[in-house]
């Protein structure tokens, strides 16, 4: 049963104002507590946000050599895209190819007079197939159908090989591909329903390559050059097409070193930032006991060395002419008079221009360099071999979390127990003062009652 607490009724006291200062007495180890709590969670927070940072540098500098950035690909490249497009589809000869385009390829069209049928129809189609094989098609107009409704049901219908439009009254009917294996015959159970007006059948594509000619029955042409598509969209006496010798895919890799670059810098900023924010001398707040928690640490500093050493060293097996990732534009930034401050943070800058010439100059050795040369241990290797035992499973990171995570669990712990005893102890404070009111009430109602007496 909850004690009664007479607030001061007999003495005059406040008691309940008493008992809270009391409290805010012995709550005060428990404020400590708390304040340590919130520091041990910043700084597990910080390692945990430096280990994720590392984890991406990793893949960042795995990405540096792996066979899909160094895998040989080409480019084929139309000087008129407005009259010959181009697509590699796998590998093609390298070097120049002259087009010339005399005719694209085009489809099917009738036009007919159309009369609504009285008792329906059946409008069959017949086209051959990719073996020249004809196959039949058969589409139901309605008794009393409209052009529109004919439209529909052309259009609609599966396999249907045309499509139907309205044209002023008139239905035109379209081949759905193009060329000389598309043209279609068409006729009408009931007879009357479609009258042919007009007939222009469909042709094939003519044009030569490098003099040689080329029929196709679309405007996609394949095998004109080996493992090149050609898509003609306009007839041109002469364009040229290019294919590229074979080799990695420069933009890609370009793309790789500069998010190398930026997730290198994104680590040196994270724990440059931890190891430098002071702590708040004599912290009252959880704001301030957060501050500072990773200030100087031993192991971050310890990573930002190795890491600087790792973009600096030579890399061994290589020709002193390019064994070092300054010679691929990865730098702290050129000499100046003005002190940059990222420069003195260790922060990389990347010239995009001294990869794309050392890849002109000699692309084995820079990817040799990066590691994408099986059985060499280039900086891909390299960045593996330092961020694994820190940051990967298992890593001294993983284990410094670890240990944090079991610091808040005792701390948390500790927190409640705590909170166990300042309510047993409110509860004392409670009946100690119900006590003393009681007592008191008793021996005042007592003095009354001998003061009655002796008048």
């Known amino acids: 049963m909850a004690s009664i607490q ?20 012995e709550r005060e180890p428990r404020t400590r507590i708390e304040l ?3 520091a041990e969670q910043a700084r ?9 940072k590392l984890r991406s540098l990793k893949l960042a500098a795995a990405d540096l050599k792996s066979t899909s950035v160094w895998a040989d690909t080409q480019t084929a490249t139309s000087a008129d895209t407005s009259k010959v497009d181009v697509r590699r589809t796998a590998g093609a000869g390298p070097g120049g190819y002259e087009i010339e385009v005399s005719r694209l390829a085009s489809s099917t069209q009738r036009t007919y007079a ?12 017949t086209i051959k197939d990719a073996q020249g094989t004809d196959v039949q098609t058969d589409i139901a107009i309605a008794a009393g159908a409209s052009l529109d409704d004919a439209v529909s049901a052309i259009n609609t219908t599966a396999g249907s090989p045309v499509y139907a439009v309205n044209v002023s009254g008139k239905l035109v009917l379209s081949s759905r591909a193009t060329g000389e294996n598309a043209r279609f015959t068409m006729a009408d159970s009931a ?9 222009r059948l469909g042709q094939k594509a003519l044009l030569k390559v490098d003099g040689v000619d080329v029929t196709s029955e679309s405007n996609t042409v394949t095998g004109a050059i080996a493992g090149v598509e050609l898509t003609l969209k306009g007839t041109t006496t002469s364009t040229q097409v290019n294919v590229g010798a074979p080799g990695p895919d420069r933009d890609k890799l370009v793309a790789k070193f500069k998010a190398f670059v930026d997730s290198y810098n994104s680590v040196i900023d994270g724990i440059r930032t931890k190891v430098t924010e002071k702590p708040v ?17 031993s192991g971050l500093n310890a990573v930002l060395r190795q890491l600087r050493q790792s973009v600096s060293d030579p890399v061994a097996g290589n020709a002193a002419a390019l064994d070092e990732l300054a010679e691929l534009g990865v730098s702290t930034g050129s000499a100046s008079a003005t002190i940059n401050a990222d420069s003195v943070a260790g922060k990389l800058t990347f010239d995009e221009s001294k990869l794309r010439a050392a890849l002109d100059s000699d692309p084995l050795a820079v990817r040799k360099m990066l590691g994408g040369i099986a059985g060499t241990a280039g900086v891909g290797q390299r960045f593996e071999a330092l961020l694994d035992p820190i940051a990967g499973t298992g890593g001294t ?6 240990s944090e995570d079991s610091v808040l669990s005792r701390l948390k712990n500790d927190l409640a127990r705590f909170d166990e005893r300042l309510e047993r102890k409110q ?15 008793k021996a005042q109602s007592r003095a009354g009652d001998l003061s009655g007496l002796g008048s």
């Open 6 to 25: 007479l607030g001061g009724l007999a003495s005059g006291l406040d008691t309940a104002s008493i008992i809270d200062q009391l409290m805010a007495v």
């Open 36 to 38: 340590r709590q919130s």
């Open 44 to 52: 597990r927070d910080g390692l945990n946000e430096i280990s994720t």
């Open 114 to 125: 159309y009369a609504s049928p009285a008792s329906g129809t059946t409008l069959s189609f």
């Open 191 to 199: 007879g009357g329903t479609l009258t042919q007006e007009s007939e």
């Open 281 to 297: 001398a004599g912290a009252k707040t959880a704001t301030d006991a957060r501050k500072g928690a990773l200030y100087g640490d």
């Open 397 to 402: 990171l993983e284990s410094r979390i670890s």
């Open 427 to 441: 509860e004392a404070l409670k009946q100690q003062f119900t006590a003393l009111e009681t007592a008191l009430a």
